[in-house]
């Protein structure tokens, strides 16, 4: 499906960020980055970039982009970008001559809400816009800035920024037909060349159409101020359904500091990934050294890990660089560093009072964590399908069990460290079991 991507204003109000909006940076990515990525990702793979202000400085950055990330994008330039934005969407009528997807370059916005609007079905001469209704909640959006919507019966009846009766809020994500290019040609004889304009006259013959973005985000990158919201927002979404307790409350707050600042990096998710697995590593051997002293380094390394361990996925999102390798390493990397672990802190207790029940303790904890990763692919995948959108579930998994490491280190309590482990990773397996038999 083709895209139309709408990268030609000055924007003015962030000029002290950057002297070309669509590239100024956002957690690691500039603005139309941000947005063309996300477009690919719901699979939209031929897009139409119209440039207008600081144009070639923006197409010449966009030629890399496209070659790294082996996008096709289609540069089309509005020498007329001070009008209306409905003179850029103009400029692609040629190349357009079916439905197509149209994007604002500095719309920040769910994914989801692409996924869906791209399979709903529009007849030849409609339009249909994604409008939010949350008008009493959204506080991503500047209230005296947006382009308000009025919708009765899924069809827009008006538009515009000062309208006084409106419902809903314009996102600037399109489903169009060629049919808005004759509506915004129209309006040009009104001396309105905005894109507003033609959804407008569109709606007067009943062919504007809105569809709901329920609870999904977006937000317009406006000035410095929606700049800072959007990488709140985005840094919020990074918050996982199967995070445990401990990755909820302590783990990712601290590791999506240290994310913020690898995004500015070349670093990738697999670098992160292998740092987290050798400070691990490291800790695990230092438990063969003795003594309380480095049975608190080594559990510190260890919990220093565990935060990062967060990060690598954290810099795979926001720079939409997941893989299924990607995903796959990091797994097997952890199940190698619980490995060592428990198996390091095993021989610190055995090696004590050289009693075979540390053994056999160790060996319950590593049995139990091996099988605790193995069964969270099935229950994770049941919870998500169970639960709506966002909602956490209770998780007890590689987050708990090494804070637990870290925790009973400090008190000097290796051995109970070996026996909360065994116990608590071998009962969350059992009841894993029981919550998948139950819903078979």
Not at 75 to 82: L, Q
Not at 163 to 171: G, L, Q
Not at 282 to 290: D, N, Q, S, V, Y
């Amino acid at each position: 499906m083709k895209c139309l991507v709408i990268a030609a204003g000055r924007g003015s109000r962030l000029s002290s960020k950057g002297d070309s909006k669509p590239l100024i940076s956002l957690l690691g990515l500039s603005l139309i980055e941000r947005v063309i990525l996300t477009a690919k990702k719901q699979n939209i793979d031929d897009f139409y970039v119209v440039t207008g202000y600081n144009s070639e400085k923006v197409k010449q950055h966009l030629s890399v982009f496209s070659q790294s990330r082996n996008i096709n994008i289609t540069h089309i330039t509005n020498e007329e970008w001070e009008k209306g934005n409905g003179i850029s969407v103009l400029k692609a009528k040629k190349p357009l001559n079916e439905n197509f997807i149209l994007l604002m370059a500095d719309h920040v916005f769910d994914g989801s809400i692409l996924k869906k609007l791209k399979n709903e079905k529009i007849a030849d001469g409609e339009v249909m816009l994604a409008v939010d209704y949350n008008i009493e909640t959204n506080k991503l959006v500047d209230v005296n800035d947006v382009t308000k919507v009025l919708v009765e019966d899924n069809r827009i009846l008006d538009i515009g920024k000062n309208i006084k009766k409106y419902n809903a809020y314009d996102t600037g994500i399109f489903l169009c037909s060629p049919a808005i290019f004759s509506a915004i040609e129209e309006n040009l004889h009104n001396d309105d060349s905005s894109l507003s304009a033609g959804i407008r006259r569109l709606a007067g013959k009943g062919k504007a159409k809105a569809f709901d973005i329920k609870n999904d985000y977006w937000i317009d990158v406006d000035d410095e101020k929606t700049l800072k919201k959007a990488q709140g927002k985005l840094l919020d979404t990074l918050k996982k359904t199967s995070d445990g307790p401990v990755s909820r409350y302590l783990n990712r707050p601290v590791s999506t500091m240290i994310t913020r600042l690898l995004l500015r990096t070349s670093i990738t998710p697999n670098n992160v990934s292998f740092f987290s697995f050798i400070l691990a590593t490291l800790g695990a051997f230092i438990f063969f050294l003795g003594g309380y002293v480095n049975l608190v380094i080594g559990a510190t390394l260890a919990q220093v890990s565990s935060v990062i361990d967060g990060s690598d996925g954290e810099i795979a999102r926001l720079k939409f660089r997941a893989t299924e390798f990607g995903g796959w390493f990091d797994a097997v990397l952890d199940r190698y560093a619980d490995a060592f672990l428990l198996f390091g802190l095993t021989y610190y207790v055995y090696v004590l009072n050289w009693n075979f029940l540390a053994l056999l303790i160790g060996f319950l904890a590593i049995i139990g964590t091996f099988m605790n990763s193995y069964t969270a692919d099935k229950y994770d995948g049941l919870m998500k399908r169970k639960l709506e959108p966002g909602k956490h579930y209770f998780r007890m998994g590689r987050d708990v069990r090494i804070f637990i490491i870290f925790l009973g280190a400090l008190i000097n309590q290796p051995l109970l460290i070996l026996v909360i482990i065994a116990l608590l990773m071998n009962a969350e397996n059992i009841r894993r079991v029981v919550v998948l038999y139950k819903n078979e």
